[in-house]
């Protein structure tokens, strides 16, 4: 089989870099040790390798679409997949020993579902969506909502989903018109239609719970009146059985990629009997999912450095096996040709995407750190770790996106001609990652959040927070030689960030806030640049810790070199243009904000 | 109809920015003007508007594909776009009259082809590939093989390709092995397989005239054993009629994109009966087919940008049709919302798209201009011509088809979900472009090209010509006031890039051009930013004419204003990404010339 991700460099992140073993002292994951995470992995990787990665390309070529009546096709073996992801506590995991789970950090369901993410990344978003949905009925549902809902849930045969997107508003939540009307009986009368709804219909389960946001009849307008609902396509009887809720697939969407993954179109209500049931209190819907949301943002941004990796492991096997042409300087023609992994410029491709992979996954995987801290602390102890993963978020989602695109294109390109025809996988990988850069808010609202909420937030604590864990990577790197030019250069690069910040924040307290904003996409760039350059000086530092004790038991010395060369790499061949998107954000005037726009014809 | 292209912009390149009146001035081309010119590429619109693009997405669905025993389908309305654009010589119009055709400058040619390209990206290659090795045949054949072979081919009823790839050699021309060996009757037995052959088979054409690569038998190794030969796959008898020539289709290739295009693997005398005509001198081939590669990657850096330019346009319609969300400060929820082109960020990715596709198409048309001048002129006065054109080939080439993919990618994303989609045609496109930087010699490839080759070439010679050229235009420029910045930038980046090459230049000089070549795709990143700024500020200066003389008789006063716009923005928010290449060429170490390749894995 073709190697899909690197196992090592996932527990490099995990042992190594991350410290999930800090975890193990909060009671709440007491019962863990890094022998049975490592178990864990490698179980994931089987059944991984088992059940997803060989039938990735047979999904995408037989893909889900709609198959008339309200029914969605989908390939035999996502039953399966789900079932045995089910089976191996991949849906449930992080939950309590009394909801059947087993407490596992976000660090180890997420290390898992990386390795699904690289197998088959259109299976795995049916499983991590189950999660989720599961979630926001565990922290604010009823007892009755949990009971009913979650069990089956968690077995595999209900599929989980977030119902938000609606025709006429997009990523404008603000427009959402699906009513709940309420009953005497405690539940709602739904009416609405939502699209763009992942897994919403397919063969594989049995029933779909759709977590879905409605404004509640006679709410205010805006997102203050926005409620959240859990909506199932069949409902409960009083009888133990299941009885049709209303719940109408009305057709899909066939797409560029993750052919595999089902994208639906649902109507709610059309026959006025359709029940939702509240979760939370009236009015809160938005800010129960936007917890969800988060963490879907920090799952995306994961998916495109897996989809990437894929695509880099695949490029990188390439490139070793197929010979041609020779090296500068060599004019011998009756020569052999060489391995093109020893052309210079292949190599450049190679490390360009090592260096966005490993960083985008690094990144990944302190978010899911830092959410397992949050959810075994609260008060004072928990606003450190809550405030470094707010202003995070938007940038593992966009970073790995955005640059996994790239990355992906750049895999193609080591394969050249072959790279563009279906008999090899990064063409594949190129389509499916390109959603990244859409889903759960696109990179125009990330940049949004991230310039116009998160850098602000709270008197700028978040940022400082930032900086204060980047100051400390920077002052542990500066204290190993090696480390040390590239310990000032981050240093360097943050003042530049702060210092652009500060500019851009003239227009915003002289009352401009569109021009503090318009360039938000390039200030996310920049961010996203030195953001991954602290990543990468993180795991150099980690390397270098084990060469400096030559402790070469668990990884190579090779494999430790190559993290820093690889850092070397990202701070020599792209954090250079951080002072580009600088140069950009502080020039003066305003062309981007024009209220006619023939100029664009 | 959806617009695909801007006719307005594409009269503002012929006749206000690169001046083909000029071109009258010579015998070849005197027969025309302007009027004739505008008549012509409204006819080639006509044309694309009724056969092309409206197949573009069906051509798509239903891919040209392999139907067994040597045969491959493709979509019944090709013939009918072949046969159509032939009558209207779109094939042969560049040729002479006394060979049927037009005298056409390429300049006009490729205006109709820019149109084709946007309208039907797929079905534009089958046409201009067939004018291209007739060219080979026109240029260095014997009269005979002209009269056999050019008439059917200029009808479109038989089909030119061009045969370079081998399974073994792929980019390397070096290893081709396919052997011709001489006979006493004229022609070659020719033996051997050929991978990649665009448009090699399919329904639409009688037959198909491979202008092929192979090695006399007993020629010397590398590139200089190389001949060029024609290759029929029917080949004419002496009765008149047609002989089966022993050209097996033995498969095609399934693409990420342009599915209407088919890309054949080919197999010449698997019965030894395959006969091949040499075309000029023997062991010229390499040099011959050169001439027909130089065009074809300007043909395909404007392919690029043609697709670019479509997905552009369909993105700048959704803009302004769509409604979502409200801008920022606007805290109203009952306000309605906004087109999302008043959205900055969206502003931001329209003219990013527009910057690189104007530009791009700009460069291509100045390219086209060079080949024309070249056609009728020689010696001394030709020479300026062909080392300006030498130097842009791979510019245009390699800056068309990777900004082409960002900025597809763009339109793509101004569309968000729904952008991702089949309902729109901008997936297609960014499936369909990125086979462009592969094409004819990947963007590694062209950067060695332009770095090994022509900026050294004839003692820098070539680069003193751009330099030259460049500097009209910046001392053109500094005359309006409105430019003078942009013009001083330009200046100091055309000095950075020299500075930049100088310091390079030391490792070759030094006996290490593995290190002087290592970077070469940076380089030419580099020199594409400086290129297209060249491009977009003799656009402005253009269009400040057009403005300073309130002349808006031909076009708009808000389409000069736009010129202006783009300008501005080309030059605030891409240029500055060329200083950062430049750090990243003038960095100490080697990072990418590892011998072994431990450390990527």
Request: charged content about 20%.
């Amino acid at each position: 089989m073709s190697r899909y991700t690197s196992m090592e460099h996932l527990r490099f992140l995990l042992f190594e870099v991350h410290g999930i073993q800090d975890l193990f002292t909060y009671e709440y994951f007491a019962h863990l040790d890094p022998e049975q995470v490592t178990l864990m992995i490698d179980s994931a990787k089987a059944l991984a390798d088992r059940d997803m990665y060989p039938f990735f390309k047979e999904m995408d070529e037989q893909p889900v679409h709609y198959a008339g009546e309200g029914k969605v096709w989908s390939h035999p073996q996502l039953r399966t997949i789900i079932q045995n992801a089910a089976e191996q506590n991949w849906i449930n995991g992080q939950y309590p020993f009394d909801l059947g789970g087993l407490q596992l950090p976000q660090m180890v369901y997420n290390a898992a579902h990386h390795i699904f993410q690289a197998a088959n990344n259109g299976a795995q978003g049916y499983i991590s969506l189950t999660t989720g949905a599961a979630r926001l009925i565990h922290d604010y549902g009823t007892s009755e909502l949990i009971e009913t809902f979650l069990p089956p849930m968690f077995d595999g045969r209900w599929q989980g989903t977030m119902a938000l997107t609606e025709p006429q508003a997009g990523s404008a939540l603000t427009d959402i018109t699906t009513v709940a009307t309420p009953t005497e009986s405690g539940y709602y009368h739904i009416k609405g239609q939502k699209i763009f709804i992942s897994a919403g219909e397919h063969m594989a389960c049995e029933n779909f719970v759709h977590l879905t946001l409605a404004r509640i009849a006679g709410a205010p307008p805006g997102l203050k009146g926005v409620s959240l609902f859990v909506i199932p396509k069949h409902r409960p009887t009083a009888g133990g059985g299941l009885e049709y809720n209303d719940v109408f697939c009305a057709g899909d969407y066939q797409k560029l990629g993750q052919r595999a993954y089902a994208t639906t179109h649902l109507v709610f209500g059309e026959h006025d009997n359709c029940r939702g049931w509240l979760v939370g209190e009236p009015h809160k819907g938005l800010s129960y999912m936007f917890q969800l949301m988060n963490e879907a943002r920090i799952g995306v941004g994961q998916t495109a450095a897996s989809v990437a990796m894929a695509a880099y492991q695949a490029s990188l096997q390439y490139a070793r096996e197929r010979s041609q042409g020779r090296k500068p300087g060599e004019k011998d023609p009756l020569k052999p040709p060489v391995p093109i992994i020893q052309h210079a410029d292949v190599q450049r491709m190679l490390f360009t995407q090592k260096a966005i992979v490993e960083g985008s996954l690094s990144l990944a995987m302190e978010c899911n750190r830092l959410a397992d801290l949050m959810h075994v602390t609260e008060g004072e102890e928990q606003r450190p770790h809550w405030l470094l993963l707010e202003i995070l978020t938007p940038i593992v989602k966009t970073y790995s996106s955005e640059q996994g695109n790239r990355s992906a294109s750049l895999a193609i390109q080591v394969l050249g001609g072959y790279g563009y025809t279906v008999d090899f996988p990064v063409q594949q990988y190129y389509r499916d990652l390109r959603i990244m850069a859409i889903y759960e808010g696109t990179t125009g609202i990330q940049s949004l959040d991230l310039l116009g909420r998160k850098m602000t937030m709270e008197n700028g604590a978040a940022l400082t927070a930032l900086a204060q864990h980047i100051d400390i990577t920077i002052r542990t790197a500066a204290a190993h030689p090696v480390l040390q030019a590239q310990a000032a250069i981050l240093q360097a690069e943050m003042e530049r960030l702060g210092k652009t910040l500060r500019q851009l924040g003239k227009f915003a307290q002289s009352g401009n806030p569109e021009r503090y904003l318009a360039d938000a996409t390039v200030f996310m760039e920049m961010a996203g640049y030195v953001v991954i350059a602290w990543q990468w000086l993180k795991m150099a530092v980690a390397a270098q810790i084990a060469l400096d004790a030559a402790d070469f038991s668990t990884q190579s010395k090779s494999f430790y070199e190559g993290k820093i060369h690889t850092m070397q790499f990202f701070f020599r061949y792209e954090l250079p243009h951080a002072a580009a998107c600088a140069e950009v954000l502080l020039a003066p005037g305003e062309l981007t904000m024009l209220e006619e726009d023939e100029r664009l014809d």
